[in-house]
């Protein structure tokens, strides 16, 4: 299954609000999670089934969508969130997207 | 407290074996619903997923890779390994081992929730 992440470079401020997108090629009925990864480390699972947050992680990150399309949302953007997010589908085997970066503005 | 660390050769020549060994603590690879997958990272293909083995022995291979594949497991050591063979230049990657917080029957594929620090493979002659 195809995943599509836009995208590709999103540039924001400290304190916005940020949406990432994830657009899976067929219906994944919410097999879907969500990664951070910053420069030179490994991906950090942020999200799974689609809304479900990981022990650990910031309120301030949630997860929505279904069917075919899910979004990541930041709700206020902080420094060290600057990194590359990436969405993976487990409904059928697993493939990921090919990430969003997001910089500082 | 749930840890993996990745170990490989580091380079190899085209055309050689690939043998990784995924080392980790915290859980046991024989007690039911544990599983431990391989992913990798290149700068050409984003993060692609390998292999999983499952703590009852099954394993899953991604469909497109699956004649270079073998993942095994040495559960008294707690071990996973990962052979890929006829290496090429465009399996240059770093290679991750991560675990998923549970396998159940059933299912081939879960999200991962632990994951190692990596280890860069580079194929060159």
């Known amino acids: 299954i195809q995943m599509t992440q836009s995208p590709s470079l999103l540039s924001a401020s400290v304190g916005d609000r940020v949406t990432l997108s994830c657009k899976a090629g067929?219906?994944?009925?919410?097999?879907l999670a969500w990664y951070q990864q910053k420069l030179g480390e490994a991906p950090k699972l942020l999200i799974y089934n689609a809304n479900s947050l990981q022990t650990g992680i910031p309120s301030r990150f949630s997860g929505s969508g279904s069917g075919t399309d899910y979004t990541l949302t930041i709700s206020s953007l902080q420094p060290e969130d600057v990194a590359t997010y990436f969405c993976?589908?487990?409904?059928?085997?697993?493939?990921f997207g090919s990430g969003t970066k997001l910089e500082i503005k | 407290q749930v840890t993996l660390k990745e170990s490989g050769p580091g380079i190899l020549q085209p055309s050689q074996t690939l043998s990784l060994t995924c080392s980790f603590s915290?859980?046991?690879?024989?007690?039911?619903?544990?599983?431990v997958g391989w992913i990798r990272q290149s700068s050409g293909k984003g993060l692609e997923w390998l292999a999983n083995?499952?703590?009852?022995?099954?394993?899953y291979y991604n469909p497109s890779l699956k004649n270079r594949l073998t993942i095994s497991k040495d559960t008294s050591n707690n071990q996973a390994f990962l052979k890929i063979t006829n290496m090429d230049t465009a399996d240059t990657a770093t290679y991750y081992c991560?675990?998923?917080?549970?396998?159940?029957?059933?299912?081939?594929?879960?999200?991962?929730?632990?994951w190692g620090q990596g280890t860069l493979v580079t194929v060159s002659s």
């Open positions: 993976q589908q487990y409904n059928s085997w697993t493939t």
């Open positions: 915290g859980f046991s690879l024989s007690t039911y619903g544990m599983c």
């Open positions: 083995i499952w703590w009852n022995d099954d394993k």
């Open positions: 991560a675990r998923s917080p549970r396998c159940d029957p059933g299912i081939t594929t879960n999200w991962f929730a632990y």
């Open positions: 067929q219906n994944i009925n919410n097999y």
